[in-house]
């Protein structure tokens, strides 16, 4: 049985930082695309980032030079650190995983496979 299990989140003042893990087991084959997407209460779930072929990374504007995610294949584990956190970086964020992905992060067609979310809120 696939899960991918989220932790990590937390409350943290503007200028924090916070690691998000995904801890995903059950596939037979390694996902060849993972990513963190976030949604905010009243606003559509949105890309954040994403790695593929655990090694292309692409990332959505506003957190390019502040979030990194990376993967660590053989603790079976998606990363997201996220630095400088700004207020409107507040939302749960979620990991899923897909067999096939683009380099769009807004795009989350294939995403089949994901986690229940973590919260992340950032006070000003």
């Known amino acids: 049985q696939v899960q991918l299990v989220e932790s990590g989140g937390g409350s943290v003042q503007a200028g924090g930082s916070l690691r998000l893990s995904c801890a995903v087991s059950g596939y037979t084959d390694r996902p060849y695309c993972m990513g963190w997407f976030r949604q905010a209460p009243g606003e559509a779930r949105e890309g954040v980032a994403r790695?593929?072929?655990?090694?292309?990374?692409y990332y959505v504007d506003s957190v390019k030079g502040r979030f990194t995610i990376s993967q660590d294949n053989a603790k079976n584990t998606l990363s997201l650190q996220m630095n400088s956190l700004k207020p409107e970086d507040t939302a749960m964020y979620y990991c899923?995983?897909?067999?096939?992905?683009?380099?769009?992060?807004?795009?989350?067609?294939?995403?089949?496979?994901w986690g229940q979310g973590t919260q992340v809120t950032v006070s000003s």
């Open positions: 899923a995983a897909a067999t096939y992905c683009t380099g769009n992060v807004k795009d989350s067609e294939g995403f089949l496979d």
């Open positions: 790695i593929i072929n655990s090694e292309l990374t």
